[in-house]
């Protein structure tokens, strides 16, 4: 089968495709047909190892070169085979899932343990599915348990026209939250779109000086806990969900960790997103896209030969909603 491989750190040029053995499902797995997978932010820091912190900490990274060499967690497809034990799925089932923190996604098959997939939401198609676990679970996760948001909340969305915060907008309306989101000039119609009650251009206001909002959702990571706190009630909070980019390619240490150290440190009024994992979210995905309150917003598409040129225009381009690999 045809994959992307890593073997080395660095810039998206030492990603290969090659062609490796075609895995086969053991107890308690699916074998999918992997028919499309998407990118996240968690894809260019892993395959530049940053921030370096990370790499002491993360199963799949290793100090000198990763230990997992097959990029991607967000997949679609379709079952193949199943191993011993499964119950849920048979060949020709199509799903979705995520395949953190194994990784895995960017080849034409996966072994996939069972609970960390789910039948695709009726009414999408399979890139649709793709896109939706990790960006999808983060802005759920954020806002339904961090934030713990109520109806009638305002809620500002920082970050608001990226992969989770296209989802971050519509969850927020689903809850009867009040919207606003911050994003550049180009990329106001599409966060209204999404169902944003008011749009802050970042490059012709300051979103800490606007508000009061009851939570803001912050996606960035570019701006002081002082920052973030301004604009906030009396009683709001503000979350805080990765960010960081790639910068001139130079490695961090910290990278967006520094953020949520400082956060645990003087934690007035900010609570930390951690600990997402995107599996136990696709059931309650797949209920919202079948709602008709939850719909993937995909920017642009590529091969697998294009995970290169994909993962490139991510990092340099700040990507509108979400960038899906077809996968033939």
């Not at 810039?11 to 992997?34: F, S």
């Not at 940053?50 to 290793?62: E, S, V």
């Not at 923190?101 to 098959?109: H, I, K, Q, T």
């Not at 990790?134 to 802005?139: E, V």
Request: with cysteine; proline share 7%; glycine share 10%.
């Amino acid at each position: 089968m045809k994959a992307i491989v890593q073997d080395r750190y660095g810039p998206p040029d030492v990603l290969e495709l090659r062609e490796i053995p075609k895995p086969a499902p053991g107890p308690g797995q699916l074998l999918v047909r992997v028919r499309a997978a998407s990118i996240n932010a968690r894809d260019w820091h892993f395959l530049r190892g940053d921030p370096l912190l990370a790499r002491a900490m993360a199963p799949q990274l290793g100090w000198k070169a990763p230990r997992t060499t097959i990029r991607g967690s967000d997949f679609a497809g379709v079952v193949k085979e199943t191993g011993a034990g499964v119950t849920r799925f048979r060949p020709g089932d199509e799903v979705f899932g995520d395949l953190c923190p194994a990784d895995g996604a960017f080849a034409e098959y996966a072994c996939v343990p069972e609970a960390d997939a789910e039948h695709k939401p009726a009414g999408i198609s399979l890139e649709e599915a793709a896109a939706l676990p990790m960006a999808g679970a983060t802005a759920l996760r954020g806002l339904r348990d961090t934030a713990q948001v109520q109806p009638g909340q305002h809620v500002l969305i920082n970050g608001a026209s990226g992969g989770v915060g296209t989802f971050a907008i519509q969850i927020a309306k689903s809850f009867g939250c009040t919207v606003t989101a911050v994003c550049r000039t180009g990329n106001a119609d599409l966060v209204r779109s999404a169902g944003a009650d008011h749009v802050v251009d970042y490059t012709r206001a300051d979103f800490t000086a606007t508000g009061p909002y009851d939570v803001v959702f912050d996606l960035v990571g570019n701006r002081s806990l002082a920052e973030l706190r301004r604009p906030l009630t009396p009683a709001g909070v503000a979350v805080l969900s990765g960010g960081g980019n790639s910068g001139n390619g130079r490695n961090s240490v910290l990278g967006p960790m520094g953020l949520f150290i400082r956060a645990k440190v003087s934690s007035r009024r900010v609570r930390i997103l951690e600990g997402v994992s995107p599996a136990r979210e696709l059931g309650a995905l797949r209920q919202l896209v079948e709602a008709g309150k939850l719909r993937p917003v995909i920017d642009r598409r590529y091969t697998l030969s294009q995970v290169p040129d994909a993962i490139r225009y991510m990092e340099a381009e700040h990507a509108r909603a979400k960038v899906v690999i077809t996968v033939a």
